[in-house]
């Protein structure tokens, strides 16, 4: 596709419900990265993909969190047993290099409310 | 803990003004981007500026960086109401081993009609 494509956009969860979110990088990106925002907070780093491969894993806020990435394209971020303090709105963007210093593209994010 | 950090928190103009807004963060850069937030969204980049730059143009977008100070400031020229947004400084810090962008908790600027 011609973007970073995330989805759902939105997604209302009953807290104890695992969630998947997905996210469809640009083609030919290697790496791939998730954020968590909170309501008028800044990005707070979840993790990193380079290819399949996810070195950096220390931003996951707990074992409830994983994520997974296939065939160096689509990744999912799955929570499970969701807690309201994981309402947040998760972005997912990709970089067509592993290293910071190109743009990176943004997805819309999903929007999660855990109630 | 946030690498940069953005600075007014909150910024409210009147049309055709000029907004500034500031950035510091704490360790070695490579490069420093800005990116612009529409309603909580996805980010879109405005700018990158490399560790041995000091001044970059585009448009009505104008950043500085002082790697003495550890800061950037944005500056957006006879601003329109389409700019009301939330800027934020994204860092790509030099020993990045995660390779990831830190970002800061951001600036919302309204630009009043």
């Known amino acids: 596709g011609a973007g970073v494509s995330q989805s759902p956009s939105n997604k209302v969860t009953e807290k104890g419900k695992d969630v998947e979110l997905r996210c469809d990088p640009i083609s030919g990106h290697t790496a791939l990265y998730w954020y968590r925002q909170s309501l008028g907070q800044g990005l707070e780093f979840l993790i990193y993909?380079?290819?399949?491969?996810?070195?950096?894993k220390s931003g996951l806020p707990s074992d409830r969190f994983s994520a997974e990435r296939t065939g160096g394209s689509v990744s999912t971020l799955t929570i499970q047993r969701t807690q309201q303090e994981d309402s947040a709105v998760y972005l997912c963007?990709?970089?067509?290099?592993?290293?910071?210093?190109?743009?990176?593209?943004f997805g819309q994010g999903t929007r999660l409310t855990v109630v | 803990s946030q690498q940069g950090e953005e600075d007014p928190q909150a910024l409210s103009i009147q049309e055709g003004e000029n907004a500034t807004m500031n950035c510091s963060y704490k360790?070695?850069?490579?490069?420093l981007q800005w990116y612009r937030q529409n309603s909580g969204r996805g980010l879109v980049h405005l700018i990158l500026?490399?560790?041995?730059?000091r001044e970059k143009h585009s448009g009505r977008l104008r950043v500085t960086l002082d790697t003495s100070k550890k800061s950037s400031s944005l500056l957006i020229t006879a601003s329109r109401a389409a700019d009301t947004a939330s800027y934020f400084c994204a860092t790509d810090p030099f020993n990045n081993a995660g390779n990831m962008l830190t970002f800061g908790g951001g600036t919302r600027l309204m630009v009043k009609p």
């Open positions: 993909f380079q290819g399949n491969s996810a070195p950096d």
């Open positions: 963007a990709s970089t067509p290099s592993p290293r910071g210093n190109t743009e990176a593209f």
């Open positions: 360790t070695s850069i490579n490069n």
């Open positions: 500026i490399r560790s041995n730059e």
